[in-house]
């Protein structure tokens, strides 16, 4: 399976908020924080909705 990994930069206190259009097959989702810290996992065809941020930095979101 293929992962893409995209980066997005927030400050203490942004929410950050995922709408999955469309899916198929069994691609999951991940978000981890700047220290490499898992803070979010499901399958891909569900939204994250306002995932509140808890610290500064870059945020790694991997799909696949």
């Known amino acids: ?3 893409k ?3 997005v930069a927030g400050k203490v206190g942004d ?3 995922l709408d999955a259009l469309t899916a198929t ?3 999951y989702r991940r ?3 700047p220290t490499g810290t ?3 996992y499901s399958y891909f065809a569900y939204d994250v909705d306002r995932l509140k941020l808890a610290m ?3 945020y790694t979101i991997v799909l696949g």
């Open 15 to 17: 929410t950050l908020t």
């Open 25 to 27: 097959g069994n691609a």
């Open 38 to 40: 898992q803070v979010n």
């Open 31 to 33: 978000i981890y924080d």
């Open 56 to 58: 500064a930095g870059d």
């Open 5 to 7: 990994a995209f980066r």
């Open 1 to 3: 399976t293929e992962s």
